[in-house]
């Protein structure tokens, strides 16, 4: 934490020396919506469908369906709510309670989720008419430049391909298999690119974000900010990407 040099080493010490108050806002998913809307526009916004503090306050009756419930304040725990007559909605709630409660600064001291105030939202279900989970596209942010993305998805057996900004495939290895044959290119690839440049300058200073991006209907709709990607704990395959990779974040001088 002295030196740190390598990727890892660095969004740990992000994490403990590097602290805004609109990271807390960034990584909340209501109130980043409102961040998003203004920097980029409300065409790039998932909308938002019910707003709620606590699960025990929802409706399910009234809900819009289909949509996806999640609380402002968890990094996981997406429940997808497709059609009322087969969802249990005491076990959604349960379920709603413990992300809730989950707090990930408490948990490896991710800053950002610190503050926020844990609330329930719906989202709308995005649907890309596959059959298939979403392609979620992730792209790492050096000092508010977009230099590396992979592509992966929502499934429970998760693959990462990381590619360079031209979509030419790296062989870096963060911890999870490469999908073979590789993932295509988007259509909305510049654009996602020029989207995360707007958002980086549009932000506090930042040596570091993921922003991920999801591609439905021809449509591009923002997903979320992450600042320490699985919270700077996952192994690569390899000590020189994480070397390499470190080199590139400009750390703040304290």
């Known amino acids: 934490f002295k030196n740190p040099k390598s990727f890892n080493e660095k969004l740990n ?42 699960p025990d306050d929802i409706d399910f009756d009234k809900l819009p369906y289909p949509c996806v419930l999640k609380a402002t ?58 059959g298939h989970e979403l392609v979620d596209y992730k792209f790492w942010c050096f000092n508010g430049s977009p230099q590396v993305m992979y592509c992966t998805n929502k499934a429970d057996d998760v693959f990462e391909n990381f590619y360079d900004m031209s979509f030419i495939p790296l062989p870096i290895n963060h911890g999870f298999r490469r999908q073979s044959p590789e993932f295509e290119k988007p259509e909305a690839f ?46 690569f395959g390899n000590n020189i990407d994480d070397i390499e990779l470190g080199k590139i974040i400009r750390l703040p001088k304290q």
């Not at 010490?13 to 109130?31: G, N, Q, R, V």
């Not at 409102?34 to 909308?47: A, L, M, T």
């Not at 997406?78 to 909605?89: E, M, S, V």
């Open 13 to 54: 010490w992000l994490k403990l020396h590097y602290h805004k108050p609109e990271f807390s806002l960034m990584a909340d998913k209501y109130e980043v919506k409102n961040i998003v809307e203004r920097i980029i526009g409300k065409e790039y916004v998932v909308p938002c469908l019910g707003l709620w503090n606590s």
């Open 73 to 130: 304040n968890d990094s996981s725990g997406t429940i997808i709510c497709k059609d009322k007559n087969i969802i249990n909605p005491t076990e959604i709630k349960n379920k709603l309670k413990i992300s809730m409660n989950r707090n990930w600064f408490r948990h490896s001291r991710e800053w950002a989720y610190k503050n926020i105030k844990p609330r329930i939202i719906a989202d709308m279900y995005l649907d890309d008419g596959t």
């Open 190 to 235: 510049e654009l996602m690119k020029e989207l995360c440049t707007k958002l980086c300058k549009g932000c506090p200073d930042l040596p570091f974000v993921r922003i991920d991006f999801f591609y439905v209907g021809g449509h591009v709709y923002f997903g979320e900010f992450t600042f320490y990607d699985w919270g700077g704990m996952k192994p």
